[in-house]
């Protein structure tokens, strides 16, 4: 008979190295830590018993694809020019919700505005704005990697039905695309990030990875909101008087990018050409049956400017010229 054959493993001691990542704590530890944005909605979903849902035309098709695979009901209404409701959606029976993206984490305004209207019966979509504080008593989640460099991961905040979440995610096999773009170059890496992507859609709901946990107490939270305001500023006075959007950064807000909207198409090509990457959110938006104007706008006459940490005033000033060119 085997005596430690029952016993617990004990701690491993010595050994090779394990990736070296300062220690800190996490931005939103009070959050309950999931393995992506989608999982933390899907957690609503059944935490809630949510049917029905109200959902701005202009949203990631991530968001639809919970949604549809979970066959809840879905109602769409419209954003204006300044990224607010159109008109506000009415709820009328159990399980009814209405959704709000905090956009670019420019919209912390209406946020509040709409959880004096909606109560417990809204649902705040902060994965553009991974800064913005929860509303005590409103469903908030959160998705870690639009803002920085880690593979996967969520935080949800609710006060609703908790459930027990027993499956554990890891990580370590969707780093390549970030070591990749540190070893080799972004294009040499971007195949993986797709790869990586596709893999978030056939998730189930886990809990945040280890490898995710570590990653995301290294960071400098502080350093990485003080880059992101600074950088938008400059765009903003260089870019305000060319653009559509009526852009206010409030005090406690970090924003994402800069959505710079033009009155003409953009033509990717040359950005793209002038080594100039941005982002399209979301062109899946164009598919959608009865999209308005902005909305189509927005898809395709903004260009999203990075203002992230990895940028400085220098680079911020390249990227204005290099649009400048366009």
């Not at 039905?161 to 969707?174: G, N």
Request: net charge positive.
């Amino acid at each position: 008979m085997n005596l430690f054959e029952n016993m617990e493993k004990p701690e491993t001691i010595g050994g090779y190295f394990e990736l070296e990542l300062a220690q800190g704590e996490q931005f939103h530890k009070g959050a309950i830590a999931l393995n992506s944005g989608r999982s933390c909605l899907k957690y609503l979903i059944k935490s809630r018993g949510i049917t029905r849902i109200h959902l701005p035309y202009y949203i990631c098709d991530a968001v639809t694809e919970v949604l549809t695979a979970s066959e809840v009901v879905i109602k769409y209404y419209h954003i204006n020019k300044n990224l607010e409701p159109v008109s506000l959606p009415e709820i009328k029976s159990t399980g009814e919700y209405v959704l709000y993206v905090d956009y670019f984490a420019l919209m912390n305004k209406t946020v509040q505005r709409l959880a004096r209207i909606y109560s417990s019966r809204l649902i705040v979509d902060n994965s553009q704005a991974f800064y913005s504080l929860p509303i005590r008593g409103i469903d908030t989640f959160y998705s870690p990697r639009k803002f920085f460099g880690v593979p996967d991961g969520g935080y949800l905040y609710t006060d609703g039905k908790l459930l027990a979440i027993e499956d554990q995610s890891f990580s370590y096999d969707r780093m390549s695309h970030l070591a990749k773009r540190i070893d080799l170059s972004p294009e040499a890496g971007f195949n993986d990030y797709q790869e990586n992507e596709k893999k978030f859609g056939r998730s189930t709901i886990a809990q945040m990875s280890k490898l995710t946990e570590k990653l995301l107490s290294s960071i400098d939270y502080k350093r990485v909101e003080s880059r992101r305001k600074k950088n938008f500023k400059i765009l903003h006075q260089a870019f305000k008087d060319q653009n559509i959007l009526s852009l206010r950064l409030g005090k406690c807000a970090v924003p994402m990018v800069y959505p710079l909207l033009l009155d003409r198409r953009i033509d990717r090509t040359k950005l793209y050409e002038s080594g100039l990457y941005t982002a399209q959110y979301w062109h899946s938006v164009l598919d959608a049956t009865g999209i308005g104007t902005i909305e189509r706008d927005i898809v395709e006459k903004t260009i999203f400017l990075p203002v992230d940490q990895r940028y400085s005033s220098d680079d911020i000033r390249e990227i204005i010229r290099r649009v400048s060119l366009l």
